[in-house]
T-cell receptor, first 114, second 116 residues
Framework: GAVVSQHPSWVICKSGTSVKIECRSL??????MFWYRQFPKQSLMLMAT?????????EQGVEKDKFLINHASLTLSTLTVTSAHPEDSSFYIC??????????FGPGTRLTVL | AQKITQTQPGMFVQEKEAVTLDCTYD???????LFWYKQPSSGEMIFLIY??????QNATEGRYSLNFQKARKSANLVISASQLGDSAMYFC?????????????FGSGTRLSIRP
């Protein structure tokens, strides 16, 4: 299957700092990328959908000013957690698809905010 | 409302036995897709199998098969000849349409443990 990478795989930061997570589709062009959040022992919750070159669509209850998403190219989307706090600690997973094809998931990024 | 329901939070199965993981869904869309993903302890989401709502035959991928019963709105995953490496979380998911795009919603997951 297609390969999606995420960087970093884990990050620890101090409260109040911003953290950027990258999601790349390595062997296909991703017209749409998705960002999910997963708390321990829970399911994946969709945060936002990003289409290349346009503004992201956020799910209800997700603060767009806190979780900044940029999808600058067909192979890269970034999620920036601004002014991170301990409650933002979670597992963040991105996925990518090409024109409604199967979504392929990245390996995830574990964020710990101290 | 569009929803995916997995009623088995955890299951224990003896190695080499077959196991069925339950999934029911609810949608008013005539066209939808159903997925199963495996998530080992490393956290990565591994795509297992896909069933389109208009597919006439049940999907199969190696040891995985999807028992699709459209009238009952169920899409159970069957794993034949289970292996120790099958121990993981399993998520049923459904592609739903909104506006001009689509998204995938996930069930709560089933933790499968294979006993040697």
């Amino acid at each position: 299957g297609a390969v999606v990478s995420q960087h970093p795989s884990w990050v620890i930061c101090k409260s109040g700092t911003s953290v950027k997570i990258e999601c790349r589709s390595l062997d296909f062009q991703a017209t749409t990328m998705f960002w999910y959040r997963q708390f321990p022992k829970q399911s994946l919750m969709l945060m936002a959908t990003s289409n290349e070159g346009s503004k992201a669509t956020y799910e209800q209850g997700v603060e767009k000013d806190k979780f900044l998403i940029n999808h600058a190219s067909l192979t890269l989307s970034t999620l920036t957690v601004t002014s991170a706090h301990p409650e933002d600690s979670s597992f963040y997973i991105c996925s990518a698809e090409n024109r409604g094809d199967t979504q392929y998931f990245g390996p995830g990024t574990r964020l710990t905010v101290l | 409302a569009q929803k995916i329901t997995q009623t088995q939070p955890g299951m224990f199965v003896q190695e080499k036995e077959a196991v069925t993981l339950d999934c029911t869904y609810d949608t008013s869309d005539p066209s939808y897709g159903l997925f199963w993903y495996k998530q080992p302890s490393s956290g990565e989401m591994i795509f297992l199998i896909y069933q389109g709502s208009y597919d006439q035959q049940n999907a199969t991928e190696g040891r995985y098969s999807l028992n699709f019963q459209k009238a009952r709105k169920s899409a159970n995953l069957v794993i034949s000849a289970s292996q120790l490496g099958d121990s993981a979380m399993y998520f049923c998911a459904m592609r739903v349409s909104y506006s001009s795009a689509s998204k995938i919603i996930f069930g709560s997951g089933t933790r499968l443990s294979i006993r040697p």
